[in-house]
């Protein structure tokens, strides 16, 4: 029954996206938080699919997985992108942290493809254990760089104006959840 909840939140993953695309014209911060709801989609959307296709488990684990290493990545665009229309001279120390998240999402990444055994197992009762270093740093990789990236994000709301800041923090708010 928990399948309805993932194609609910990833189909208004996918709505408000195109919606938040479709008026791109009037700011240009509103392709990046579309990127970010297109991964929260696909994380959501292969939640819900696994259900349906049990024999394909580890593999479509394997793709949520993306998803979740990508998500940071997304954020840490928008946080870019924030920084960029707010001081237009160069971006510094934040451009710096989003290269690291990209780097590193990449390295976990294109290690989970080649080497997945080496990240993820399934127990014996069908459940995916991520019991070997590589498959913790994948986890605390996630979480430094969701908090990384949503610390950027609050500095960003306080420095906004109002009409701006509260649309922002509705979408944020409706990502991370």
């Known amino acids: ?93 934040n451009k710096i942290v989003w290269m690291v998240m990209v780097a590193g999402a990449g390295i976990l990444g294109a290690s989970l493809y080649a080497w997945p055994e080496g990240m993820m197992q399934v127990s014996s009762n069908g459940e995916i254990l991520f019991a070997r270093p590589a498959g913790l740093a994948i986890w605390g990789f996630i979480l430094i760089a969701l908090v990384i990236g949503l610390s950027q994000l609050e500095q960003i709301f306080r420095v906004t104006r109002d009409p701006l800041r509260f649309q922002m923090k509705f979408v944020d708010r409706k990502s991370v959840v």
């Open 1 to 93: 029954m928990w399948v309805i909840p993932c194609f609910l939140s990833a189909g208004g993953a996918l709505l408000l996206g195109g919606v938040l695309f479709s008026k791109r014209a009037r700011n240009p911060i509103f392709i990046p938080l579309a990127m970010v709801l297109v991964v929260e989609a696909w994380i959501h959307g292969i939640n819900g699919i696994t259900m349906f296709l049990p024999e394909h488990f580890l593999t479509l684990k394997k793709l949520i997985l993306f998803g979740e290493l990508a998500l940071p990545v997304a954020l840490g665009y928008v946080t870019h992108a924030f920084f960029r229309e707010i001081s237009p001279g160069p971006a510094g120390i």
